[in-house]
């Protein structure tokens, strides 16, 4: 079952619901757009079938992926473009909302990701990941965050996130040795460096390129880091930061589910590369990754702090140019909710807290209008924004970076000189992030030894492999039923150099490759598992 740890104890089933009526309102909005009318009316009808089907059904969101994945297959023919709506409820009211799709993703492969705005709040934001028939999704609408999750079970469910029940914890980020350089000292950096890097090969867009790990018992992970993606990107569009994305550079499994350790506990890890993470500055080389992230679990944990899982955690390096350790952790299910994937990843590019005007560094702050009731990503819920303590508290966290050129609700989100880290994310963190890792390692060698090891269940097999290569960021196992591969399948994508397999009809050829960011090795030497007839 899912978590409420933090959650609204209200817990709704999610509705999708269109009209007759507003379908046609739907066309007459979209026309606009560079489709042909042919176009529209198949992608709106496509899109209605699916959504639909939800009400009817009300539990199965497969339909609903079945549904995306038709109308993304539409999306690539047709190239359909942003301002294409849909309705859907939101929980507390029983009046469609309208949702705009703003963009199309594939962050992840075969993670089909929509994201945009309702209409009638300038701050609203949705996207929706659609993961091999599990829906993961995040709406903030009028002041308030949700999450859509599968209950473990039949249903897919809306939870609302209540930032009442935040625990009230300060320290979420831990500050690198050394003093900060200022902001002129780190471009003049940045200027050298870019010097080296071939004028060619570089390009108008700047992209800083995140590893993800999770632990083995995190909430659908490739959905999860998808939405997260679509979320700080479009942050950064609103902020005023141009041309700068982040991309994910790979997400891999962790074999552990860090039972029993806090937050801060896996960060230290991922910091001293100790333990499971031991080969971590190799498996960024690897990915050729920016920044790491790892994701656990937030569920039960024995621990004098029973809040030690929730939230997130990460390394805020003193000097953004020379950042050995950029990292960050949170727990699966604050990542979306309280936008904590991006207010961490906000704090590898070196974004610091709201505080007060004083203090070094001051531009790359966050802000927060108490009165207002809101904060900006970097906020940190301190102050009168504070839980339980502040006149409006807890402050709202927005999806948008500082900029004292914004408004919000008329109100500037940022102080001149002060308060700009989407300024600084625009001039300086995004760039020297997205250049410390400027070379790309060689392909790994190929894998040996593959081994089988028969199991006494049907078709129960283990298979292990010796690696020949610290490049290497990751394998791949592929079986076909024809000795020469012919109708081949990948049947596991990972770092574990073992896993097991359930060989469905006998016998099944398997071989091995090794993968990084540049590409991956020939295939190891051929094995052949089977299937036996009694489970023992
Ligand atoms: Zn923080």
């Given amino acids: 079952m899912i978590k409420l740890t933090v959650f609204s104890i209200l817990f709704f089933y999610f509705n999708f619901s269109i009209s007759q009526e507003s379908k046609s309102e739907e066309f007459t909005q979209i026309i606009n757009s560079n489709l042909s009318t042919e ?63 703003d963009n199309f993703n594939e962050h992840i492969e075969n993670v089909f990701t929509y994201d945009g705005f309702i209409l009638g709040d300038e701050n609203s934001f949705f996207s929706f990941a659609s993961n091999n028939g599990l829906v993961t999704g995040k709406i903030v609408y009028d002041f308030k965050n949700y999450t859509i999750v599968h209950d473990g079970e039949t249903r897919q469910v809306m939870l609302q996130f209540d930032p009442k029940k935040i625990p009230f914890d300060q320290n979420d980020f831990v500050k690198m040795e050394g003093i900060p350089l200022s902001e002129s000292e780190e471009k003049f950096l940045i200027e050298e460096k870019l010097k080296l890097i071939d004028s060619d090969s570089r390009s108008t867009t700047t992209t800083v390129k995140v590893l993800f790990l999770y632990a083995s018992d995190t909430y659908d992970p490739a959905g999860t880091v998808s939405i997260m993606i679509s979320e700080f990107n479009a942050a950064l569009s609103t902020s005023g930061v141009t041309n700068k994305f982040i991309s994910s550079a790979g997400i891999i499994p962790l074999n552990t589910t860090f039972s029993g350790q806090c937050k801060r506990t896996v960060l230290d890890s991922m910091t001293a590369a100790s333990g499971i993470f031991s080969d971590l500055p190799q498996r960024r080389d690897a990915a050729n990754a920016d920044l790491i992230f790892t994701i656990i679990n937030d569920g039960g944990v024995s621990s004098p702090d029973p809040f030690c899982r929730v939230g997130g955690v990460a390394n805020l390096p003193a000097n953004i140019n020379n950042s050995n350790v950029p990292y960050a952790v949170s727990a699966d299910s604050f990542i979306l909710a309280d936008n904590t994937g991006s207010h961490e990843t906000g ?190």
């Fill in 347 to 536: 704090h590898v590019l070196k974004g610091y807290h709201v505080r007060d005007d004083s203090g070094t560094p001051t531009a790359s702050r966050g802000f927060h209008n108490a009165a207002k009731g809101w904060q900006s990503m970097m906020g940190s819920y301190e102050g009168n924004c504070a839980p339980f303590t502040g006149p409006n508290s807890p402050c709202v966290r927005l999806n948008q970076f500082s900029n004292p050129s914004n408004t919000y609700n008329g109100d500037p989100i940022g102080k001149i000189g002060k308060k700009d880290f989407a300024g600084y994310l625009d001039n300086t963190s995004m760039i020297a992030a997205s250049i410390y890792r400027n070379t790309n390692p060689p392909i790994p060698n190929i894998p040996s030894s593959l081994n089988v090891n028969q199991g006494n269940c049907f078709g129960l097999n283990g298979l292990n492999w010796t690696d020949n290569d610290i490049n290497t960021l990751r394998y791949v196992l592929s079986y076909s039923t024809q000795s020469n591969f012919s109708n081949s399948s990948q049947i596991y994508n990972g770092w574990d150099k073992i896993t097991s397999i359930n060989v469905l009809t006998d016998p099944w050829y398997l071989r091995v490759k090794a993968c990084n960011a540049s590409g991956c090795s020939g295939w190891s030497n051929q094995v052949t598992a089977n299937r036996i007839s009694t489970c023992n």
């Fill in 39 to 101: 176009e529209l009316l198949v992608f709106a009808e496509s899109l209605s079938d699916a959504v639909s089907d939800i009400s009817e059904v009300n539990i199965n969101l497969s339909v609903l992926d079945a549904g995306l994945s038709e109308s993304n297959t539409l999306r690539k023919n047709i190239g359909l473009v942003k301002g294409n709506m849909f309705f859907a409820e939101i929980v507390g009211s029983d009046i469609p909302k309208t949702f705009v799709i």
